[in-house]
């Protein structure tokens, strides 16, 4: 089993749309979460720390579950920008060594 | 602020010839990793230094793959001989802290390097 697990997709969504995934993680012992962007041949970027209690940047909102052991994700009102791939990112237990997941990626429509 | 710089930025060579990739860190930054992406593997962490000191490299592949960090602004990836399973993209990452000591203390990535091995 892979330590973060990511649907791949693709999430094709209308611009103006609310898209939302989620992404598990098997290490119990992770402290830190984060999602990253990553458009088509670039480098990811951070988008957003997750954090217990949930958090909101704009029309980005991220949470996490540690009792299921997963982190969402939720996109409001997309624009054509936001296509991309998201990675979710989990600290291997206190080591801070990251775990990356495979990405979900996401596509908006005009 | 001058992010991550990597180069080359792409890289062709034939199998058995020795490729270097290089790496300097954001100034100030303590850690600097390094990473392989592909799209079998996804993005796979192969080192990372702490003060120029590797700290781990338990996944680095191969013993044809080397690290060093010469120093705080210098870091070099050598893969020796070189075979077409390592076409990948070679990410260098640099933080201030290491993740998750921290709050808000991302990895900044470089643009990478594309490998091809023919």
């Known amino acids: 089993r892979k330590e973060v697990e990511q649907d791949p997709g693709p999430f094709n969504v209308p611009e103006g749309a609310t898209v939302a995934f989620n992404c598990t993680y098997s290490n119990s012992a992770s402290q830190s979460f984060f999602w990253y962007r990553q458009d088509c041949r670039k480098e990811p970027k951070l988008l957003m720390s997750v954090y217990s209690s949930g958090n909101e940047d704009g029309r980005f909102t991220a949470q996490l579950n540690r009792a299921s052991q997963y982190i969402s994700l939720l996109i409001r009102d997309s624009k054509l920008s936001d296509s991309a791939t998201y990675l979710c990112v989990v600290n291997r237990g206190s080591w801070g060594k990251l775990q990356f997941g495979a990405g979900t990626q996401v596509v908006v429509t005009p | 602020d001058a992010g991550v710089i990597q180069s080359p930025r792409h890289e062709v060579t034939e199998m058995g010839q020795e490729v270097t990739l290089r790496c300097k860190p954001i100034s100030g930054h303590d850690y600097l990793f390094w990473y392989r992406q592909t799209m079998m593997r996804g993005l796979e962490l192969l080192i990372y230094f702490n003060n120029n000191v590797p700290i781990d490299d338990s996944g680095m592949p191969e013993d044809r793959f080397s690290a060093k960090m010469p120093n705080a602004s210098f870091s070099t990836l050598k893969i020796q001989p070189s075979e077409p399973r390592d076409s990948a993209v070679y990410f260098c990452?640099?933080?201030?802290?290491?993740?998750?000591?921290?709050?808000?203390?991302?990895?900044?990535f470089g643009d990478g390097t594309r490998l091809s091995i023919l």
């Open positions: 990452a640099s933080s201030r802290f290491l993740t998750g000591t921290q709050r808000d203390q991302p990895q900044h």
